[in-house]
């Protein structure tokens, strides 16, 4: 079975960072792209891009292969980050969008001014 795990949210304090992992497994980790997403309340989905300008500087992106885990660092965290943080899976294609179809539950990050 296809699962993705993400874990490493909790409360955290405005200021410091959150590491998040997404631990994968039922799939060639080689021929997938690993997506991070986040959701508020009352709002959609929304993709998690470290080059907004809301995000620059401020998180990286990286996968250990090895573990089958991709890791989303958010640094000076804001109180606006709060969400439920998801990751996904999408095969790499030659398509210009990503068709996400592997989903994990997600885990909460909530951030205190």
């Known amino acids: 079975d296809v699962q993705l795990q993400a874990s490493g949210g909790g409360l955290m304090q405005a200021g410091r960072f959150v590491r998040l992992s997404c631990r994968t497994s039922g799939f060639n980790f080689d021929e997938y792209a690993i997506g991070w997403f986040r959701q508020v309340p009352g709002k959609e989905r929304e993709g998690v891009s470290c080059s907004s300008s809301s995000n620059m500087g401020r998180c990286t992106v990286s996968s250990d292969k090895a573990k089958r885990t991709t890791y989303l660092q958010i640094n000076n965290l804001k109180p606006e980050d709060t969400a439920v943080y998801y990751c996904?899976?999408?095969?790499?294609?030659?398509?210009?969008?990503?068709?996400?179809?592997?989903w994990g539950k997600g885990t909460q990050v909530t951030v205190s001014s």
């Open positions: 996904a899976a999408a095969k790499l294609t030659t398509e210009p969008v990503a068709h996400f179809e592997y």
